[in-house]
């Protein structure tokens, strides 16, 4: 049951607080006094998104809904789904709920019990809890499209879950049938593909790829083409260290030099004992870089042959590349990929055989959950349709004739039936279609009808009913305020109404008014006490006329509702 309301900064509305009460909380006002806003401004804290452009109250950068709800009368499914979102545990089972909205679509958040959670998750425990029947809902049982959706809410967990496997099995079947339809297209498209992928795995393939090759490639090209440098450094390097052809005077000759001098002066005194391991160390590093270099000057390879190869396998890993992967590494890969692009191709009439055998078995498990669903369906239809005329005959209309036609049809994820509402208002007409012989007031009736029946079997703790009773009067207004109460008994029931018959039934009601305060339009609520509620039924009975006579009035339907 909602508890609380408390808006702050949203459209009209500075800050307003409304407690509701069990049974029937009725909104009522001037045509055009903010009672929508409210509905809106409820539908935020619903999970709904802000209808309207920017919500925000001007002169302000953030509105605030929050809302409370007693989850001690809550149906199963909304448990299950605070379950689901970790809401479980909380105590007192009351829901605290918190949406906040920035000016100009900004930041976001909304909260559950103090916790930050997607919209998605409200809108899940939300739809379990409050069901919003809007002003010109009625009509849409003038499409036929929707009565299934009824029908499946009245049969329950069984049906909604066969729906759900409907719908997983049919996306399942289309997109088998998907797979071999483009197995199916053009044939010489997929020859020419063919060729065009055999041709560039022999392309790869004959390169003969190695990983790495390149960075190798690279530095052997490096070394080929500089040759001449490299044994220049390296032979000028050995004459520095050993003297080369000029038969002495190299560094090796310095530092042995050295070293026989300091050998003489540690004799005499040991502290030069150090210096003596250092000059042995570079004698000995000296004489090891000497032979390398000449090793390595001797052994510098002069091969323009090997650098033309070299050249040429490089430019042919730059061709690949162009085509097929920025690096080595990604044009084998991509040549392994196009074997199993290939494998695919050349085996697609098998794959079109094994799809076929797939889609036939698809089918079938698709058709099985399908008629289990239409007996779920037909078995609680005449029920259905038997409570519907029940309803229907305390709300005025006794002699209709409601029927629920199940027809077979092509499969979609809401099963395999066109399911339609039939409609006889009057003795001796046949039934037909809803759309195409019910009036605004038999709409409305019929759809609080539903609604009675669907609370019945365990629907929404709270159904929030704004205007519905648009366009209808005399005995049809009095019968739905008759429906109303008696739906109030089971259900939290808040209505937004023009019609005193249905606001003297209020157990809370709740008169907003717009007003001006200096210079700005502001949208506000007062709870009306009894002597409050007389002058506003009065006040609807005869509009701008106030008499005694609509005062006394107003004062019989109140103390008869």
Not at 7 to 27: C, K, P, Q, R
Not at 56 to 65: H, K, L, S
Not at 131 to 141: A, R
Not at 344 to 367: F, N, S, V
Request: proline letters at 2%; a negative charge; hydrophobic letters at 40%.
């Amino acid at each position: 049951m909602l508890q609380e309301l408390h808006v702050t900064n949203f459209a009209l509305i500075d800050s307003l607080h409304l407690s509701f009460g069990a049974g029937l909380n009725i909104l009522t006002g001037e045509t055009g006094a903010g009672k929508s806003i409210i509905i809106d401004a409820l539908g935020l804290a619903l999970g709904e998104r802000a209808s309207g452009g920017d919500v925000v109250r001007t002169g302000t950068e953030r509105a605030t809904v929050e809302a409370a709800f007693d989850l001690s009368g809550a149906p199963p499914e909304v448990r299950a789904r605070l379950a689901e979102a970790g809401l479980d545990g909380e105590e007192d089972d009351v829901l605290l709920v918190a949406r906040e909205l920035s000016r100009g679509g900004g930041k976001s958040q909304c909260r559950i019990n103090g916790r930050l959670m997607p919209v998605s998750a409200l809108k899940a425990i939300a739809d379990g809890l409050v069901d919003v029947h809007g002003q010109h809902e009625h009509q849409s049982l003038l499409h036929a499209d929707r009565h299934v959706d009824i029908l499946d809410d009245w049969c329950g967990r069984e049906a909604l879950d066969l729906r759900a496997e409907v719908a997983a099995q049919l996306s399942a079947l289309n997109g088998l049938r998907r797979e071999r339809e483009q197995l199916q297209t053009d044939a010489r498209e997929r020859a020419r593909t063919l060729d065009l992928y055999r041709f560039q795995q022999e392309e790869i393939a004959g390169a003969h790829l190695r990983p790495a090759e390149e960075e190798e490639l690279l530095a052997d090209r490096s070394r080929l083409a500089n040759a001449e440098k490299l044994s220049a450094a390296a032979q000028e390097g050995y004459a520095a260290l050993s003297g080369g052809d000029r038969g002495g005077g190299g560094a090796l000759d310095a530092l042995n030099a050295a070293l026989a001098a300091v050998a003489h002066a540690a004799a005499l005194d040991g502290s030069l004992s150090g210096v003596i391991e250092a000059l042995q160390g570079a004698v000995s590093y000296a004489e090891d870089a000497s032979h390398e270099l000449r090793d390595y000057q001797e052994g510098v390879e002069f091969n323009p042959e090997r650098l033309e190869e070299i050249e040429s396998r490089l430019d042919l890993l730059r061709t690949l590349k162009r085509k097929y992967g920025e690096t080595v590494d990604e044009i084998i890969a991509y040549g392994d990929e196009l074997a199993g692009k290939l494998d695919r191709l050349e085996h697609a009439e098998a794959r079109e055989d094994e799809l076929t055998a797939a889609i036939e078995k698809a089918q079938a498990a698709l058709d099985r959950t399908a008629a289990k669903l239409t007996l779920v369906r037909k078995g609680v239809s005449a029920d259905f349709a038997q409570r519907i005329m029940r309803e229907l005959a305390d709300l005025g209309m006794a002699a209709t004739k409601f029927e629920v036609s199940i027809e077979p049809q092509a499969p979609t994820s809401r099963g395999a039936n066109r399911v339609e509402f039939l409609l006889s208002p009057n003795p001796g007409e046949p039934l037909r279609p809803l759309a195409r012989i019910a009036s605004g007031g038999e709409m409305s009736r019929i759809m609080l009808a539903m609604k009675s029946v669907l609370v019945r079997a365990g629907g929404t703790p709270t159904m929030i009913f704004d205007e519905v009773d648009v366009g209808v009067g005399g005995r049809t207004a009095q019968v739905i305020a008759d429906k109303l109460d008696a739906l109030a008994g089971q259900a939290q029931i808040l209505c937004i109404t023009h019609l005193p018959q249905i606001a003297s039934r209020a157990d809370t009601h709740f008169y907003i008014e717009k007003c001006v305060d200096g210079g700005r339009t502001t949208v506000s609520v007062a709870t009306l006490d009894a002597e409050g509620r007389v002058e506003e039924i009065a006040r609807m009975l005869g509009g701008t006329r106030r008499t005694e006579a609509v005062v006394q009035h107003a004062r019989e339907m109140l103390s008869v509702g």
